[in-house]
């Protein structure tokens, strides 16, 4: 395998994972406590922590610092 198919390789895994990712569980929202799922590329595009990402609430409109749940 050559280095370009193992950089092919590698980026579709990364992406396979930040799309089952994105779309297990849900975000709460730190003003108004809401909980939504982001878009796709919201999601790729948002400054992240292990625990947390910065998104947009759909429902107030806020921008924070929003904790992933996986449980309701």
Avoid at 5 to 19: K, L
Avoid at 37 to 63: D, I, M, N, S
């Amino acid at each position: 395998m050559t280095l370009r198919q193992r950089e092919r390789f590698a980026g579709a895994g990364i992406g396979g994972a930040a799309v089952l990712d994105a779309g297990a569980g849900w975000y709460q929202c730190p003003a108004c406590g809401a909980l939504f799922v982001p878009t796709l590329a919201e999601y790729v595009k948002g400054y992240h922590t292990l625990t947390r990402r910065r998104l947009t609430c759909p429902a107030c409109g806020k921008r924070g610092m929003c904790r992933h749940r996986v449980v309701r």
